[in-house]
């Protein structure tokens, strides 16, 4: 049973948006932190954010900051990352995780995002 399913990858011309949606349809979702993370062609995962269960709390990379914006609607099940003014450094397939204390951690199956120059 699939338990987070990332969606809104596409291709975009450096500077334009997209905004990633991670749904936990199964899940208890408001138990569960999210985070978004990335991983790029020959690089290592990173994290890029983070959000607390009830959306009260984020956390961003660095290299994401003022560009990204975490949210969650826990009505709906689902986290969303909106990406601005995107960089072809962005480039990289996107996962979220879900993580709740004493509970198996879930990742999604990810969603490529491709930015031109």
């Known amino acids: 049973q699939v338990q987070l399913v990332e969606s809104g990858g596409g291709l975009v011309h450096a500077g334009g948006s997209l905004r990633l949606s991670c749904a936990g349809p199964n899940l208890l979702f408001s138990d569960y932190g999210i985070t978004w993370h990335r991983r790029a062609p020959g690089k290592e995962r990173e994290l890029v954010a983070g959000?607390?269960?009830?959306?009260?709390?984020?956390n961003y990379a660095d290299s994401v900051k003022g560009r990204f914006t975490i949210s969650r609607d826990n009505t709906k099940k689902v986290v969303y990352l909106q990406m601005n003014a995107l960089k072809p450094e962005d480039t990289a397939v996107y996962y979220c995780k879900a993580t709740a204390m004493g509970r198996p951690v879930y990742w999604g199956e990810g969603t490529q995002v491709t930015v031109s120059a």
């Open positions: 959000v607390s269960r009830t959306g009260s709390s984020t």
